[in-house]
C-alpha cells in the first residue's frame, strides 16, 4: 500500500462549508494525525476520510490556537472511553510544542470527569518538541522547526519518508521568507493560504495574519518547492476555487498546486 496524505480538513478558523484544516499521512505501517480542527466535528470528519480513531496512535498539533487544538481534546476524551471499553489499546503520542501541551493538559483538566482526567495517565503521552528537535515515527523521520509565525509560537516539520520523499507542513502559516530555509526543495509543502491575492479586498488575509496564493507561489518557485497543497483556505466557492488558486499561482510557480476539499486523498 503505497502512502496518502489524507486531507480531513481543509478550511480556515471560520469556514462553513469545511472542517477546519487537518490532514493525516497513511501507510500500511504507519499513521500520523496532523492537527485536529476545532470540535467534536473531528469524530465526522475522520470517519468521512476512513480513518478510525482506534488506529490514531500518533498527533502533532501544530499550535495553539483554537481551530487546531480543540478536536485533541475532543479525540482524547474519545480514547479515554474507548480504553475503558477495551476499544482502545497502547497509547496516543501528542506531539506539540510547551504552549500546545500546556493548553491541552489544562484544558482537559478542567473540562473532563475527574476519573477522565485520571485517566489519561494510561493511555495519553504528552510529547514536547522544541525547534531543531529529530525524532522518528517508525521508519518516518522528523525535524521540528519555527514556523515564524507573528502571532502565535507554531511548529512545522519536515518529514522524510522511508522511499525519500521530503514533505514540509507549515501548520496555517504560509511560506514566507522567514520560514521558507525549512522548504527548500522539498517534493510537497502543506502550508496555509488564506484567499487569492485577487481576493484580497474580500477576504483581508494581511489582516488576519495570513497571506495569499500568489505570496505562496512566488516564494515556492524561488525556493524549488516541487508541489504545494495549500490548505486553511476561505470556502466560498469549494466547486471553483482548486481552478481559480490554480490559475494565480500559475503566473508565478511552475510546479503543481493542489487545493484539496474535505476528504480528499493524494497519492505520495
Ligand atoms: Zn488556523
Redesign the pocket.
Request: aromatic share 10%; charged share 20%.
Given at each position: 500500500m503505497e502512502t496518502e496524505l489524507i486531507m480531513i480538513g481543509t478550511g480556515?478558523?471560520f469556514s462553513r462549508h469545511s472542517y477546519?484544516?487537518c490532514f493525516a499521512i497513511k501507510s500500511e505501517s504507519f499513521l500520523l494525525l496532523v492537527d485536529a480542527g476545532g470540535g467534536n466535528g473531528i469524530f465526522a470528519a475522520l470517519q468521512k476520510s476512513g480513518i478510525a480513531v482506534a488506529d490514531i496512535h500518533h498527533l502533532f498539533i501544530t499550535?495553539v490556537?483554537a481551530?487546531?487544538v480543540l478536536g485533541a481534546i475532543w479525540l482524547i476524551r474519545g480514547v479515554v472511553n474507548m480504553v475503558k471499553d477495551s476499544l482502545y489499546s497502547g497509547k496516543l503520542n501528542i506531539y506539540g510544542n510547551k504552549s500546545v501541551i500546556n493548553a491541552i493538559c489544562r484544558i482537559c483538566q478542567m473540562t473532563f470527569l475527574n476519573a477522565d482526567y485520571d485517566k489519561m495517565a494510561d493511555c495519553i503521552k504528552f510529547v514536547e518538541v522544541c525547534n531543531d528537535d529529530i525524532f522518528q515515527i517508525q521508519n518516518v523521520s522528523f525535524r521540528c522547526f519555527d514556523v515564524c509565525s507573528v502571532n502565535v509560537e507554531q511548529t512545522g516539520f519536515r518529514m522524510t519518508l522511508e522511499g525519500g520523499t521530503e514533505i514540509v507542513c507549515l501548520?496555517?502559516e504560509s511560506l514566507t521568507l522567514r520560514n521558507s530555509c525549512n522548504a527548500v526543495n522539498c517534493d510537497i509543502l502543506i502550508c496555509?493560504a488564506f484567499c487569492r491575492y485577487a481576493d484580497k479586498e474580500i477576504y483581508q488575509p494581511y489582516e488576519k495574519y495570513h497571506s495569499t496564493v500568489r505570496d505562496v507561489a512566488v516564494l515556492a518557485e524561488m525556493f524549488n518547492i516541487r508541489n504545494l497543497v495549500l490548505v486553511?483556505c476561505e470556502d466560498d466557492d469549494l466547486t471553483h476555487r482548486q481552478e481559480l488558486y490554480q490559475d494565480e499561482a500559475a503566473d508565478y510557480y511552475s510546479g503543481m498546486v493542489i487545493v484539496p476539499t474535505d476528504g480528499e486523498r493524494l497519492r505520495l
Amino acid at each position: 500500500m503505497e502512502t496518502e496524505l489524507i486531507m480531513i480538513g481543509t478550511g480556515s478558523a471560520f469556514s462553513r462549508h469545511s472542517y477546519n484544516s487537518c490532514f493525516a499521512i497513511k501507510s500500511e505501517s504507519f499513521l500520523l494525525l496532523v492537527d485536529a480542527g476545532g470540535g467534536n466535528g473531528i469524530f465526522a470528519a475522520l470517519q468521512k476520510s476512513g480513518i478510525a480513531v482506534a488506529d490514531i496512535h500518533h498527533l502533532f498539533i501544530t499550535h495553539v490556537h483554537a481551530d487546531h487544538v480543540l478536536g485533541a481534546i475532543w479525540l482524547i476524551r474519545g480514547v479515554v472511553n474507548m480504553v475503558k471499553d477495551s476499544l482502545y489499546s497502547g497509547k496516543l503520542n501528542i506531539y506539540g510544542n510547551k504552549s500546545v501541551i500546556n493548553a491541552i493538559c489544562r484544558i482537559c483538566q478542567m473540562t473532563f470527569l475527574n476519573a477522565d482526567y485520571d485517566k489519561m495517565a494510561d493511555c495519553i503521552k504528552f510529547v514536547e518538541v522544541c525547534n531543531d528537535d529529530i525524532f522518528q515515527i517508525q521508519n518516518v523521520s522528523f525535524r521540528c522547526f519555527d514556523v515564524c509565525s507573528v502571532n502565535v509560537e507554531q511548529t512545522g516539520f519536515r518529514m522524510t519518508l522511508e522511499g525519500g520523499t521530503e514533505i514540509v507542513c507549515l501548520g496555517d502559516e504560509s511560506l514566507t521568507l522567514r520560514n521558507s530555509c525549512n522548504a527548500v526543495n522539498c517534493d510537497i509543502l502543506i502550508c496555509g493560504a488564506f484567499c487569492r491575492y485577487a481576493d484580497k479586498e474580500i477576504y483581508q488575509p494581511y489582516e488576519k495574519y495570513h497571506s495569499t496564493v500568489r505570496d505562496v507561489a512566488v516564494l515556492a518557485e524561488m525556493f524549488n518547492i516541487r508541489n504545494l497543497v495549500l490548505v486553511h483556505c476561505e470556502d466560498d466557492d469549494l466547486t471553483h476555487r482548486q481552478e481559480l488558486y490554480q490559475d494565480e499561482a500559475a503566473d508565478y510557480y511552475s510546479g503543481m498546486v493542489i487545493v484539496p476539499t474535505d476528504g480528499e486523498r493524494l497519492r505520495l
